[in-house]
């Protein structure tokens, strides 16, 4: 029965990588695995994938080759040395990287006669397959119509369009908001930590502000979208006086301010401009603007 199924070929075998071949395993694909450090890949390889020798081998196994690497020169430094071996690959590239380092990947997988689907997914490794999982997909769509279901297997795919750049920027711009709303949610358990509060105790509060900020987004989308910023509810003004109490708070406390220092930069660079009646949301255009 599995033979019938697409054989896939997964290159990089982190924690990540490890986990997209056992989701292509379990979905039935014929899986063929290379790594630069070869007993990484032994876990996969006693659950059933296939070990090529060489990445030029591990290429030659099928036509979808899945890429679950640190960057993108990581992909250079791989497939830079497999000759003629990536001609009628389709190589979907899970790492991660820039939006401008996915749309050059194509242009120089194209001169190899590879086709690209770069991208991200958008779980930690032991949600891959799972219901929560999806991945954003960018680059030519016929190629991702052809390859869909076999990668439903570690996520719900989505496409967001052909220009290569597209994938990484929708993955990049949630780890953003991923990466700094745990900054801030950090600094303000120091914060408390400051007056012997555990995290334990901010717990549910913290829980709670991360539950409702998503309550906030409709409207803000409707603001950013239109560029009319009403201020009747927050206005950059009353925000801004409380990212200068937040940073008098961590100064007392005696801790690290420069997060709350650079929100504060925002709202100080939006009242300069005029803006303090406005919405928070148009500190958006203060953000448009190089610093
Ligand atoms: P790891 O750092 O554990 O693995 C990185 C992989 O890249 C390894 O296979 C490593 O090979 C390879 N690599 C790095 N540099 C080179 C190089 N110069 N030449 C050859 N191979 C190289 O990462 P993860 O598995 O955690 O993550 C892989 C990707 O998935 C990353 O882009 C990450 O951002 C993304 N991701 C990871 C998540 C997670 O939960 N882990 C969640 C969401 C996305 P070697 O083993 O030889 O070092």
């Not at 640190?70 to 990287?97: H, K, P, Q, W």
């Not at 801030?184 to 829980?207: C, D, H, N, Q």
């Not at 603001?223 to 009403?230: A, E, F, K, T, V």
């Not at 927050?234 to 008098?248: C, E, F, K, P, S």
Request: glycine residues 10%; without cysteine.
């Amino acid at each position: 029965m599995s033979a019938e199924k697409d054989p896939v070929t997964v290159i990089g075998l982190g924690p990540m990588g490890q986990a997209m071949v056992r989701a292509f395993l379990t979905a039935g694909h014929p899986t063929t695995v290379w790594n630069r450090t070869a007993s990484r890949a032994d876990a996969v390889v006693a659950e059933g994938a296939v070990r090529a020798p060489s990445a030029a081998e591990a290429l030659a196994a099928g036509k979808l080759v899945v890429l679950s690497l640190t960057d993108y020169d990581a992909m250079y430094a791989i497939l830079g040395e497999v000759g003629d071996a990536l001609r009628g690959r389709v190589v979907v590239n899970l790492s991660s990287d820039t939006p401008g380092r996915a749309r050059e990947a194509s242009a120089w997988l194209a001169e190899r006669g590879a086709e690209h689907l770069p991208g991200g997914i958008m779980v930690p490794a032991e949600l891959v397959g799972t219901e929560s999982s999806y991945v954003f997909y960018s680059g030519p769509k016929a190629e991702f119509d052809r390859y869909e279901p076999v990668l439903r297997a570690i996520g719900r795919p989505d496409f967001r369009g052909t220009d290569p750049a597209l994938g990484q920027a929708f993955y990049q711009a949630q780890l953003h908001v991923f990466l700094t709303s745990l900054a801030a949610y950090l600094e303000s358990v120091a914060l408390l930590g400051s007056l012997g509060v555990t995290a334990e105790t901010f717990l549910p509060y913290a829980k709670d502000l991360f539950d409702m900020m998503s309550y906030y987004l409709p409207e803000a989308s409707k603001n950013l979208d239109s560029g009319d910023h009403p201020g009747d509810a927050a206005n950059v003004t009353m925000m801004g006086a409380t990212a200068d109490h937040i940073l008098g708070a961590v100064a007392e406390a005696g801790i690290d301010g420069r997060l709350p220092a650079a929100v504060k930069a925002l709202y100080d660079g939006a009242i300069e401009d005029g803006r303090g009646k406005e919405s928070w949301t148009s500190l958006v255009e203060i953000i448009k603007k190089p610093a």
